[in-house]
T-cell receptor, first 111, second 115 residues
Framework: SQQGEEDPQALSIQEGENATMNCSYKTSINNLQWYRQNSGRGLVHLILIRSNEREKHSGRLRVTLDTSKKSSSLLITASRAADTASYFCATDNQAGTALIFGKGTTLSVSS | KAGVTQTPRYLIKTRGQQVTLSCSPISGHRSVSWYQQTPGQGLQFLFEYFSETQRNKGNFPGRFSGRQFSNSRSEMNVSTLELGDSALYLC??????????????FGQGTRLTVV
């Protein structure tokens, strides 16, 4: 079953603009992760944020986590055409042995 | 350090046949997970193995099975293939105790088409 739900489902922006994607989940979590997938290929890990963290940065990525609202957001600043991909949030099952993915946000960055 | 390797990359099978997919994790990783990705259902968890033990299984019929060997390599098997089994099958390996406490490294996937 899907734990996370990303919003929006699709996002189209111009190079240089910022892109914000949101993820909501249903049950309490230990950690939340964001992954990127380029056109039907393997997923690439972007960032992991623990339940006791509120914000985390990695390069042009900024992730926030609000456990009271059961939501997270991924901000990509100064987007590039190479950022065009699908982005997924992943939460854990109770045992921490599985990643439960949302349906993803498809980001298209045009030059 | 070599990444996660999945073989084969592409596969075409006929309904009713069976198929075996292989995954070689990153050296030293003992946790291996499998996921099915389809346009309709998205990414769905199949099963996870740690040190040759299946610790968790997703909501899939018994036709889907897997195993892990002592060198952490893993295989998954789908018997009596159905058209709906056409999907991208992804394998991921993780260090430590499992995929949620640390990043998971994914292979490029096996694209299975059932005709």
């Amino acid at each position: 079953s899907q734990q996370g739900e990303e919003d929006p489902q699709a996002l189209s922006i111009q190079e240089g603009e910022n892109a914000t994607m949101n993820c909501s989940y249903k049950t309490s979590i230990n950690n939340l992760q964001w992954y990127r997938q380029n056109s039907g290929r393997g997923l690439v890990h972007l960032i992991l944020i623990r339940s006791n963290e509120r914000e985390k940065h990695s390069g042009r990525l900024r992730v926030t986590l609000d456990t009271s609202k059961k939501s997270s957001s991924l901000l990509i600043t100064a987007s590039r055409a190479a950022d065009t991909a699908s982005y997924f949030c992943a939460t854990d099952n109770q045992a921490g042995t599985a990643l439960i993915f949302g349906k993803g946000t498809t980001l298209s960055v045009s030059s | 350090k070599a990444g996660v390797t999945q073989t084969p990359r592409y596969l075409i099978k006929t309904r009713g046949q069976q198929v075996t997919l292989s995954c070689s994790p990153i050296s030293g990783h003992r946790s291996v997970s499998w996921y099915q990705q389809t346009p309709g259902q998205g990414l769905q968890f199949l099963f996870e193995y740690f040190s040759e033990t299946q610790r968790n299984k997703g909501n899939f019929p018994g036709r889907f099975s897997g195993r892990q060997f002592s060198n952490s390599r893993s295989e998954m098997n789908v018997s009596t293939l159905e058209l709906g089994d056409s999907a991208l099958y992804l394998c991921a390996s993780s260090a430590g105790r499992g995929p949620m406490n640390t990043e998971a490294f994914f292979g490029q996937g096996t694209r299975l088409t059932v005709v």
